[in-house]
């Protein structure tokens, strides 16, 4: 197995304005940062905005689109692993979110994909539960275990520390430690044996 430190993409899906999306994916980036086998890139969706007309099926995006997917496209192609960063938005996950996912095909293929959801009083686990399906067609491998808030937006406080520390802690821990163990698995196999989609 290599020793080499995986790259994980943390994806900040919300784009809304005021959005609380920042404030969860800070805390969960700190979780993975202590982490020796992890190098963390945050891929901001509202810092690296993406068009939303596609081109006709078949032809390659024009020149500004091929400059936006620039911003992001070799980050998810470089992630040897991904965690999600969703809120719920009538019982699913942001447009930019599924805007994101569509633009690449390869970038998803034979990777773990976590989640860290946030919502009401479901904590955006129905988003997670959509976000499962389509990742399954692009041949990603999704983390059973997730990090979920529950009507939390008063339970971070201004140094975004949790006031469920230990318990919140302990789920991200759970869910690095299996998207880990697929990464490793995943990275290896394809390193012995290109993936066949």
């Known amino acids: 197995m290599s020793q080499t430190p995986l790259k994980l993409a943390i994806i900040v899906g919300s784009i809304r304005e005021g959005r609380f999306g920042p404030t969860v994916?800070?805390?969960?980036?700190?979780?993975?940062?202590?982490?020796?086998?992890?190098?963390?890139?945050?891929?901001?969706?509202?810092?690296t905005p993406l068009p939303t007309v596609f081109p006709a099926f078949g032809q390659p995006p024009g020149e500004e689109v091929e400059r936006q997917l620039a911003a992001?496209?070799?980050?998810?192609?470089?992630?040897?692993?991904?965690?999600?960063v969703t809120p719920e938005y009538n019982h699913s996950f942001p447009a930019s979110l599924k805007n994101a996912i569509d633009w690449h095909n390869k970038e998803w293929h034979a990777k773990p994909v976590g989640f860290v959801s946030y919502g009401g009083v479901s904590g955006g686990?129905?988003?997670?539960?959509?976000?499962?399906?389509?990742?399954?067609?692009?041949?990603?491998?999704?983390?059973?275990?997730?990090?979920?808030?529950?009507?939390?937006?008063?339970?971070?406080?201004?140094?975004?520390?949790?006031?469920?520390?230990?318990?919140?802690?302990?789920?991200?821990?759970?869910m690095?430690?299996?998207?880990?163990?697929?990464?490793?698995?995943?990275?290896?196999?394809?390193?012995?044996?290109?993936?066949?989609?």
């Open 25 to 47: 994916a800070k805390w969960f980036t700190g979780q993975a940062a202590q982490r020796e086998d992890l190098t963390v890139d945050v891929v901001d969706l509202a810092e």
């Open 72 to 84: 992001v496209s070799p980050r998810l192609a470089a992630a040897d692993a991904f965690v999600i």
């Open 125 to 174: 686990l129905r988003a997670v539960e959509q976000l499962r399906v389509v990742l399954a067609e692009l041949h990603a491998v999704t983390i059973r275990d997730t990090v979920s808030f529950h009507n939390s937006w008063g339970d971070f406080g201004v140094d975004g520390t949790h006031r469920d520390g230990e318990g919140c802690e302990a789920a991200a821990k759970t």
């Open 176 to 197: 690095l430690d299996q998207l880990t163990w697929w990464a490793h698995a995943l990275r290896d196999a394809k390193a012995a044996r290109p993936y066949a989609a």
